[in-house]
């Protein structure tokens, strides 16, 4: 049966795993050696796909991975977003890993608005931080109200910018009051990396306690979209693959969401992860945590890690780069 998808919203062009940073938390798990970026034909087509669905200019962005790892290659993805019918994107997310100093900054602010970007969605938390010093964040800020414009600056967060210590310099109690505080600007979801580096800090509850826990909303709900170097189409928070765009438009790939083409998606949208999804995963040799699990994306995570240790991993677990 045929599942229906919210209309697109929002587009993201997920250009590379590669990051100079390996944050603790990082979803996708990027970083170290991983390598590999989207073809810039590749690219063009999904931006015209984003172009079919009228999903608006503001809404189309880059992301990573790290995209000014290699200045060259993001004009030339930059570059492309003419022939697909933008005028440019929207924004561009960033670590600040390379507003080392003003003169650098300016140079590079200049060279992607020339090339119509809006805006910088600009990455500092504690878990940046202790790859970033916090001093190249506030420069690109105010280098680049200068340079783009009063509103061009997207902080994820705010309250970024008045850390005194990261991570590395945190105790454990710190870090543990720091996750859980239920005031702070946003939720790290335990998975990819965190599920090695953050899960100890935290208490677990055992999987049946996020029974009858629908996905749907988190996953597809915002009615944002990404494809990946692999052409794969990821939406939302990246729990998940749709299909592959490698010969498909994004269209095309919506309509064919459905209960016999994405067996997983059906179940974490109905469910969550501890209905069908698990019960399928321990006849399959999947065992529990002794310890429990810190959230639901915890679990859910550690399910599909299994199924991708088996060896025959289905098409609806991705990006591979983030179970490695
Ligand atoms: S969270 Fe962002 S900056 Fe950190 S490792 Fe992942 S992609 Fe890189
Ligand atoms: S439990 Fe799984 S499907 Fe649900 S929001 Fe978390 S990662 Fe996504």
Same mark, same amino acid.
């Given at each position: 049966?045929?599942?229906?998808?919210?209309?697109?919203?929002?587009?993201?062009?997920?250009?590379?795993?590669?990051?100079?940073? *390996?944050?603790?938390?990082?979803?996708?798990?990027?970083?170290?050696?991983?390598?590999?970026?989207?073809?810039?034909?590749?690219?063009?087509?999904?931006?015209?796909?984003?172009?079919?669905?009228?999903?608006?200019?503001?809404?189309?962005?880059?992301?990573?991975?790290?995209?000014?790892?290699?200045?060259?290659?993001?004009?030339?993805?930059?570059?492309?977003?003419?022939?697909?019918?933008?005028?440019?994107?929207?924004?561009?997310?960033?670590?600040?890993?390379?507003?080392?100093?003003?003169?650098?900054?300016?140079?590079?602010?200049?060279?992607?608005?020339?090339?119509?970007?809006?805006?910088?969605?600009?990455?500092?938390?504690?878990?940046?931080?202790?790859?970033?010093?916090?001093?190249?964040?506030?420069?690109?800020?105010?280098?680049?109200?200068?340079?783009?414009?009063?509103?061009?600056?997207?902080?994820?967060?705010?309250?970024?910018?008045?850390?005194?210590?990261?991570?590395?310099?945190?105790?454990?109690?710190?870090? *543990?009051?720091?996750?859980?505080?239920?005031?702070?600007?946003?939720?790290?979801?335990?998975?990819?990396?965190?599920?090695?580096?953050?899960? #100890?800090?935290?208490?677990?509850?055992?999987?049946?306690?996020?029974?009858?826990?629908?996905?749907?909303?988190?996953?597809?709900?915002?009615?944002?979209?990404?494809?990946?170097?692999?052409? #794969?189409?990821?939406?939302?928070?990246?729990?998940?693959?749709?299909?592959?765009?490698?010969?498909?438009?994004?269209?095309?790939?919506?309509?064919?969401?459905?209960?016999?083409?994405?067996?997983?998606?059906?179940?974490?949208?109905?469910?969550?992860?501890?209905?069908?999804?698990?019960?399928?995963?321990?006849?399959?040799?999947?065992?529990?945590?002794?310890?429990?699990?810190?959230?639901? $994306?915890?679990? $859910?995570?550690?399910?599909?890690?299994?199924?991708?240790?088996?060896?025959?991993?289905?098409?609806?677990?991705?990006?591979?780069?983030?179970?490695?």
């Amino acid at each position: 049966m045929k599942i229906i998808m919210p209309k697109p919203k929002a587009g993201g062009l997920l250009v590379s795993y590669s990051c100079n940073a *390996k944050c603790k938390h990082c979803y996708l798990n990027c970083g170290g050696k991983k390598s590999g970026k989207m073809d810039i034909a590749d690219a063009k087509r999904h931006l015209q796909s984003f172009k079919e669905e009228g999903i608006p200019k503001e809404e189309v962005h880059i992301t990573g991975g790290e995209p000014f790892i290699d200045l060259d290659y993001l004009v030339s993805i930059l570059d492309v977003a003419q022939e697909a019918g933008y005028s440019g994107f929207g924004f561009v997310e960033t670590n600040a890993f390379w507003a080392t100093n003003q003169e650098k900054c300016k140079r590079i602010l200049e060279t992607i608005k020339k090339r119509g970007v809006e805006k910088l969605c600009i990455s500092s938390d504690i878990f940046h931080q202790e790859f970033i010093p916090l001093s190249n964040v506030k420069r690109l800020v105010e280098n680049c109200y200068e340079v783009i414009g009063p509103n061009s600056i997207m902080l994820r967060w705010q309250g970024g910018l008045d850390l005194k210590k990261h991570i590395g310099e945190m105790t454990e109690t710190e870090i *543990k009051e720091y996750i859980l505080n239920p005031n702070r600007e946003f939720r790290t979801r335990i998975v990819g990396r965190g599920t090695k580096t953050l899960a #100890d800090f935290l208490p677990r509850q055992k999987a049946e306690n996020f029974k009858d826990s629908p996905c749907f909303e988190k996953m597809v709900g915002s009615g944002h979209y990404h494809f990946d170097l692999h052409n #794969d189409l990821i939406p939302g928070i990246g729990c998940i693959i749709l299909g592959n765009a490698s010969n498909r438009t994004l269209r095309e790939l919506l309509n064919n969401v459905s209960e016999e083409n994405n067996p997983m998606f059906e179940m974490l949208s109905k469910e969550g992860p501890a209905g069908r999804f698990l019960a399928q995963a321990n006849t399959k040799g999947y065992r529990e945590l002794e310890k429990g699990y810190c959230d639901k $994306c915890h679990l $859910c995570f550690d399910i599909k890690k299994h199924i991708v240790s088996l060896g025959n991993s289905t098409k609806e677990i991705g990006p591979k780069e983030a179970y490695v």
